[in-house]
């Protein structure tokens, strides 16, 4: 039995996850006997705020994204920004719902929302987080494919093919996210009414805690690297001018600064669950030492996992000068007061975002094969958008 958690793994402290009889915060052990959690009001209260402040700069930030992306003709135009909409949606939406999981914190774990919505929350929130990190994957290797076909026409990847892509992809999403859908379940312990992911054998869990981390964790990991070096040594073995060495610089430092940022928000939860996988099948003893983790480290390790969902737009959107362009001038059009430094027309932010010609992003073909390049460099979308 695993309580359900906003990270898509279990409750914020689960301590007795170990032997499939556990809830929020209590060990019922084999013999049904109750251990109180030793889960300070402190702590509650920390990560509840945590999650609330996530909530709030998630929904603003990636509700911005959605804005600026669709200003241009309705729809994204280009095969990344396809890629990156869909990952603001992901990212939006797993905002959603972590007010839900901030007020069962708060509540020592109660869940006062009733038996449908502890289906539909724990199913909302798994689901978008396999897919903005399925997302995240695959805007790294379609920046790498855009840098590296930028000197073959009609090599590029298409805003149809992106779309067919996320589709694909939010349905292996959905499939990952069946059994969270099936296993959710209210439980009454202790006079709490529990949100639970209850499977029926300790060994099932297990393993569908194993296939979370490979599947939605370390293989999206090794893709990105690999995506990311990629990218990092194709341009190094282009001979361009100055100033595309100055724009391979910075790319440089994006690519290392996006990369750390996923390592660093989705390592600590990753690694405590797999201690506690290696728990349930009896590969490691259950320790003092993975009690006290579970319990006081846990918690903040899925805050830590769920900043990534507010990151994400100031990585991957507003970092990047057309954006930033865009961000401003949406801002004038709602102000009453208009500013003059801040002219100009959304749709000609955009249209410097998009070139025209049909190669979806690509310089001309008559260009050449270093300038086009240096300017794929320069226009292609090497800040985000997965979990």
Not at 47 to 74: H, T
Not at 212 to 227: E, K, M
Not at 232 to 253: E, I, K, N, Q
Not at 321 to 327: H, L, P, S, V
């Amino acid at each position: 039995m695993a309580a359900s958690g906003p990270a898509g793994n279990q409750s914020s402290v689960d301590p007795g996850l170990w032997n499939g009889s556990s809830v929020a915060g209590f060990d019922l052990g084999d013999s049904g006997g109750l251990v109180p959690s030793e889960v300070s009001f402190g702590t509650r209260t920390f990560v509840a705020a945590v999650y609330v402040v996530v909530g709030v700069v998630g929904l603003l930030g990636n509700a911005l994204v959605v804005r600026l992306i669709w200003a241009r003709r309705g729809s994204p135009t280009s095969a990344v920004n396809v890629l990156v909409f869909g990952l603001a949606v992901a990212d939006f939406q797993v905002s959603l719902t972590l007010p839900f999981w901030a007020v069962e914190v708060a509540l020592d774990f109660h869940w006062p929302f009733g038996r449908l919505l502890c289906k539909a929350i724990p199913f909302v929130t798994v689901l978008n987080v396999h897919a903005n990190i399925f997302l995240l994957t695959a805007v790294s290797v379609a920046r790498y494919w855009s840098v590296a076909s930028a000197l073959k026409d009609g090599a590029r990847m298409t805003p149809r093919v992106a779309r067919g892509i996320t589709v694909a992809l939010w349905a292996v999403a959905l499939g990952a996210t069946l059994p969270t859908l099936i296993y959710a379940t209210l439980v009454e312990v202790a006079g709490l009414s529990l949100c639970l992911i209850q499977f029926p054998t300790t060994f099932r869990l297990g393993i569908y805690q194993l296939q979370r981390v490979v599947f939605t964790f370390a293989v999206p990991l090794a893709i990105i690297l690999t995506s990311y070096l990629l990218l990092l040594r194709f341009l190094r073995t282009r001979h361009l001018g100055d100033g595309c060495a100055r724009r391979r610089r910075r790319v440089s430092s994006i690519v290392h600064l996006l990369v750390s940022c996923f390592f660093v928000c989705w390592v600590p939860n990753q690694v405590v669950t797999f201690w506690g996988i290696l728990v349930k099948f009896q590969a490691l003893p259950l320790s003092r030492a993975f009690y006290l983790l579970h319990t006081y480290v846990f918690p903040f390790t899925i805050c830590l996992a769920h900043a990534n969902s507010c990151l994400n737009p100031i990585l991957y959107c507003l970092m990047r000068r057309e954006f930033r362009d865009a961000m401003k001038e949406t801002f004038r059009k709602l102000s009453p007061v208009t500013s003059p430094k801040l002219g100009g027309d959304l749709e000609g932010v955009a249209a410097a975002q998009q070139p025209e010609h049909p190669h979806a992003g690509s310089p001309a073909p008559s260009s050449p094969p270093g300038e086009r390049l240096c300017r794929c460099v320069q226009s292609q979308p090497l800040f985000r958008n997965p979990p």
